[in-house]
T-cell receptor, first 113, second 115 residues
């Protein structure tokens, strides 16, 4: 049983560019959450998707957007990248009817230069 | 506003000794509390959770946590530390009185177990 997978593992972008990160949830999980973990900090909640809709959103600007596909996989898009967007981006999946355990992927390390 | 605090950036303990990693929380409703561990260049691994019930929660790898409502604390404990327990530990909370399942994480505590 594959766990949560994310791609790519690492990414280097230039300020002002756009980036798309991808996540495949654990088998059977229908809810996907995205978190940003800056260096030396705990993860911060970006948003959560269920049934292809954004169900909850954290305190992040509109430059951060997402999508969930019918197979429950998800994308995180960040436009107009800033240096401060450099971080580890974590995807977590869970079951809508048992949301208390979120399973995290290994993350995508984004560096903005 | 919901929050968690991990007052120690680092905890050092000798192998075989008991360990405690501290966490305090602030929520408006009933707290749902979690501990996760992160190894270098890895995602977070779930250790244990408190939703309701017994104040002492047992989790993975011999870890346990004690929920104390009067002190708003949820400290992580292990009777005998292993060198392999060295990692970054995060406490997290979800406000049970609010919709959504977003987790609010602390800043993390680095546990270093020496042989």
């Amino acid at each position: 049983d594959a766990g949560v997978t994310q791609s790519p593992t690492h990414l280097i972008k230039t300020r002002g560019q756009q980036v798309t990160l991808r996540c495949s949830p654990k088998s059977g999980h229908d809810t996907v959450s995205w978190y940003q973990q800056a260096l030396g900090q705990g993860p911060q909640f970006i948003f959560q998707y269920y049934e292809e809709e954004e169900r909850q959103r954290g305190n992040f600007p509109d430059r951060f957007s997402g999508h969930q596909f019918p197979n429950y996989s998800s994308e995180l898009n960040v436009n107009a990248l800033l240096l401060g967007d450099s971080a580890l981006y974590l995807c977590a999946s869970s079951l809508s009817y048992s949301p208390y355990e979120q399973y995290f992927g290994p993350g995508t390390r984004l560096t903005v230069t | 506003a919901q929050s968690v605090a991990q007052p120690e950036d680092q905890v050092n303990v000798a192998e075989g000794n008991p360990l405690t990693v501290k966490c305090t929380y602030s929520v408006s409703g009933n707290p749902y509390l979690f501990w996760y561990v992160q190894y270098p260049n890895r995602g977070l691994q779930f250790l244990l959770k408190y939703i309701t019930g017994d104040n002492l929660v047992k989790g993975s790898y011999g870890f346990e946590a004690e929920f104390n409502k009067s002190q708003t604390s949820f400290h992580l404990k292990k009777p005998s530390a292993l060198v392999s327990d060295s990692a970054l530990y995060f406490c997290a909370v979800r406000d049970g009185g609010q919709a959504g399942t977003a987790l609010i994480f602390g800043k993390g505590t680095t546990l270093s177990v020496s042989s």
